[in-house]
């Protein structure tokens, strides 16, 4: 069996730190390539046992219409793959092997979807031709070969050893005067593609690509190497189960990733906050993952000191954003109105009176650490990797199903943590008193953790559908974090129409809104609309159409590029954003991205669901009663003035 092995990508590249290639089969970086993986169709010259691989390098391949095969399609280039083979070669770097399920070359069962082999060495690349073109290939041999090995055929027919054949064949061109060895018992040729004589016999012969054969002193030649060991174990320790000297570490995203399994060597992503289960059933070895509590006062930031007078606003907005600014409840709120929605932005920024108060932020912060939240990686089913695909981030939900998450994943408010449950209190306190009394309860909250700036968690999205309410708030606990808002591209530039060619041509008008303020070509497209409208309503639905596809050429609509926000808000500990109006989640979509690496922060959302939208499959099993909170940030007194 392999000493490690993957069911599928994600598992695979979340959990081997030197194995991070998602979509390619070298996992290069800095110049090193760490791994190799042979998966699918090998080219017709490759070859594979125990001890040797030779193989040409990927790129520079297009399907075949005829066959489906994948063909050179033209010369292959020195590109960064090759340097790092080469420095593989020179630097006497060792790399991994995997073997995928696909691979066609290897003369063993191949147990699973990956398969980890120790060690090789990168001992030689040369160039050759295949049809016209050039290609690349390598030899790659086993470290240690002493070492047993899961490729080893059983009960196979005698293998010979490395270097027990005899060394290989040398000779020196007279093309080019370097030395090299035979690679084909054919004959030798020089395999330099500089050199005139590339690609020939020393008769003058030019090779025919089906007849060549290994020179067996070559393919089993031993290459001499001072080391016989892997710089790294082929089973990581990760991180989250490391002693963790460095407050934090065990929240950050690398430690959040993937964990190799002590007993089988099965790699699975972390899909659980909290503990972590081998994705082998013959295993499912459960390990509960240890967490250093942080305390609110070890991520304040200490150029930003908090007190019980008003915090700063360190946010800005659009010129042609309505920013107004109100003090209340030891709340500076500050309040976006964009132009033409309907609707505002309020930015509650906490004071120290709020985070410290009994049961408040603070608490709360604790609370999301020590209680169970039962916060997940959800499943993406249209992921386009082997095996299972799922969102980067950590959440859960509590109450009312929401979109982002499947009904069956919910939970209700009684299982919820403390800090949710007072998250649903204070936000509903906080919509009361902006909204109205008689406006309807939060019956959904969304717990979310976010620890890595370059993940931005989530990515540009709008809270609304059709079954949300008006008034959508969240509270931020832990480390700072940016939000912002812009227009949806579509919006913004006035067509849906994605076209790989980007010509206006085909491009449509979008009429399924009317064009507001601050989008691009506003005037201009707001004509065009009414005019659009005019023509549906006359009844003249192919004049309408015809408009509909005219119209971008002629305002110089393009779908490219991105608009840039025009609300910036810098969320801190205990702050909370609330945004009313439907049509902000129509134009507009926010993104929240953390700042410091390592450092915790959760987000609880809170939203108003309506029941009557929701198929009675996906209801769920437990009455959401009104919120029992009792929360009035009334109550606290108010900094002094004066
Ligand atoms: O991280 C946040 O503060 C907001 C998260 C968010 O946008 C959402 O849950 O929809
Ligand atoms: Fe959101």
């Known amino acids: 069996m392999p000493p490690v092995a993957a069911m599928g990508r994600r598992d695979l590249c979340e959990t081997l730190p030197y194995y991070r290639s998602y979509q390619s089969a070298a996992s290069t970086s800095n110049g090193i390539v760490t791994a190799f993986m042979f998966d699918g169709q090998g080219h017709c010259r490759d070859y594979m046992d125990s001890t040797v691989i030779i193989a040409r390098t990927g790129g520079g391949l297009e ?13 292959q280039s020195e590109n960064a793959l090759i340097k790092c083979i080469q420095n593989g070669v020179k630097y006497c770097n060792p790399v991994v092997v995997i073997v995928g399920e ?27 031709r295949d049809g016209a073109h050039r290609i690349f290939k390598f030899r790659l041999e086993i470290l240690n070969e002493g070492e047993p090995s899961w490729m080893r055929p059983v009960g196979a027919a005698y293998q010979f050893k490395l270097g027990e054949i005899g060394e290989p064949y040398v000779e020196e061109c007279p093309g080019c005067n370097e030395s090299s060895p035979q690679m084909y018992l054919n004959g030798w040729m020089c395999l ?11 008769d003058g012969s030019t090779p025919v690509a089906n007849d060549l054969k290994y020179d067996p002193r070559f393919l089993k030649k031993k290459t001499s190497w001072k080391i016989s060991k892997g710089p790294w174990p082929l089973k990581p320790k ?38 972590w289960v081998c994705p082998n059933t013959k295993c499912n070895l459960k390990l509960s993952l240890p967490h250093k509590v942080i305390q609110p006062h070890q991520i304040r930031d200490w150029l930003r000191p908090l007190s019980s007078a008003y915090m700063l606003s360190e946010d800005y907005c659009h010129e042609a954003v309505d920013c107004t600014v109100d003090f209340a409840y030891n709340y500076r709120r500050v309040k976006f109105e964009i132009p033409g929605v309907e609707g505002w932005i309020k930015h509650w920024v906490a004071n120290e009176t709020v985070v410290k108060e009994p049961g408040g932020p603070g608490d709360m912060f604790v609370s999301m650490q020590e209680e169970n939240c039962y916060l997940k990686r959800h499943s993406m089913p249209h992921g386009m990797l082997k095996g299972e695909s799922s969102c980067n981030h950590f959440t859960a939900n509590f109450g009312m199903p929401y ?8 939970r209700s408010f009684e299982d919820a943590p403390t800090a949710v449950r007072s998250a649903r209190s204070r936000m509903n306190w906080a919509r009361r008193v902006s909204v109205g009394e008689e406006s309807e309860e939060f019956n959904e909250v969304l717990a979310l953790v976010i620890f890595s700036p370059t993940d931005t968690i989530p990515q540009y999205h709008d809270d609304g559908e059709s079954s949300l309410g008006r008034t959508i708030a969240t509270l931020s606990l832990g480390a700072p974090a940016e939000m912002t808002l812009r227009m949806k591209p579509g919006h913004f530039r006035g067509t849906n129409t994605r076209t790989t060619s980007g010509q206006s041509a085909n ?11 601050l989008c691009h070509n506003y005037e201009a497209r707001k004509t065009a609309y009414d005019q659009l409208q005019a023509l ?5 639905l192919v004049g309408y159409e015809k408009r509909k596809r005219e119209l971008p050429n002629e305002l110089g609509i393009s779908n490219k590029g991105n608009q840039k926000p025009v609300i910036t808000m810098r969320l801190k500990y205990g702050d909370m954003v609330s945004m009313h109006g439907a049509k902000i989640q129509t134009y507009y979509e926010h993104a929240v991205t953390p700042e410091k690496e390592s450092f915790l922060r959760f987000a609880l959302t809170c939203r108003q669901i309506l029941s009557g939208h929701l198929p009675q499959s996906e209801m769920p099993g437990y009455e ?3 919120d029992p909170g009792w929360y009035d940030g009334g109550l606290l007194g108010v900094p002094e003035e004066g």
């Open 102 to 128: 696909g691979n066609k070359t290897a003369h063993c069962k191949i147990p699973y979807a990956y398969n980890v082999v120790p060690w090789y060495k990168s001992t030689d690349l040369w160039s050759e």
């Open 63 to 75: 399907k075949d219409v005829k066959s489906g095969e994948m063909k050179t399609k033209g010369d």
């Open 192 to 202: 330099r593609f500089e050199c005139k004589l590339f690609w020939r016999f020393t």
């Open 403 to 410: 979109k982002f998450i499947a009904s069956a994943a919910t």
């Open 507 to 517: 491009l449509v008008f979008n009429d399924k809104e009317p064009p507001i303020p």
């Open 238 to 275: 990760s991180w989250a189960l490391l002693e963790q000297d460095h407050l934090g570490k065990d929240v950050s995203w690398e430690a959040a990733r993937g964990i190799c399994c002590k007993d089988c060597g099965m790699c699975g992503s972390r899909v659980h906050w909290d503990f």
């Open 624 to 626: 959401i009663g009104r």
């Open 536 to 540: 549906k309503l006359a009844g003249d």
